[in-house]
DNA sequence: TGAATATATGAACATATGTTCATGTATTAC
DNA sequence: GTAATACATGAACATATGTTCATATATTCA
């Protein structure tokens, strides 16, 4: 659900009590608009943050390049422990970028679809595009 | 740069002391040279990190949809304290996100480049196609 | 059945992160 | 010049996050 804002301006603490205040509702009133419209950041925030974890993305890689694995082999592809990736996976699994399928007494995991290598392509040529090394 | 990992397999504390350990280094092996491959995670990390705070996400879309905003609109915008925003403001510009240029006595931000909308759109079309929302 | 294996999970702990508050630095106005 | 404005920045603080460790839950094997 999106937190619509409605107060005129919000005076925080610690600020310097003046009377100045320029404010440019003209200028700020399309920005919120957008805000609005562009769903809400929370959830594509979350979505993030599962990314923002370099052990969650070694994890990705492993995944995406063998197409399925245990458990135990992700962790010692990845050099982690095996509960701390089982924690990993976890987090990738409630952000529904792995799935999982049990394969007698051990946990196979894969990437989700497509739309992840998508995303990682396009936020390593952002990267490369920014720093000016060859793609 | 990146660390190339080298042991054979890193026993963690707290896993129980077996001999068993079933070790599929056929399996793991390539998984490893494509995180070799794919680039440092912890860089593109980094990245991911920036985005991964709703208040940045908000920050961004404001500046999508007006061009160039100052400090105090842009904290006006999203709802935020200017403080907080500059400090927002900060991570965004070293992650590359946006960039600023002076005007008089305040500070224009924009954002840097087609890139950073087209990994946000990126994202939000994965999220849909999730969750199976229209698009 | 009981032991071993594979993974999951929760609590504890250390570290990272974001906000606030106070202050610093430019820049403009008077 | 001084005052006011706009933003940046650092320390302090509360909260979030990831790992470890100890168990719990399946599942296979003998």
Redesign the interface.
Known sequence: MLVV?T?R??R?R??RASEAE???RD??E??????LD??D?????????V????????II??????GE?RV???A????????ATSHQLRQLRDG?LVRSRKVGRSVNYRV??T??R???D??????L??HGTAP
Do not use: C, N, W
């Open positions: 804002v107060e301006r919000t925080h610690g600020e320029t404010i440019h200028r700020i399309p920005a919120r608009a957008s805000i562009s769903g950041a929370d959830q594509l925030a979350r979505r993030f943050k990314l923002s974890d370099a052990g969650r993305l070694r890689y492993a995944l995406l390049e063998v694995m135990g082999d992700i010692a592809a990845v050099g982690s422990s095996e509960s529904g989700a679809d739309h992840v998508l995303l990682l396009v936020a390593i040529e952002h990267y595009h920014d």
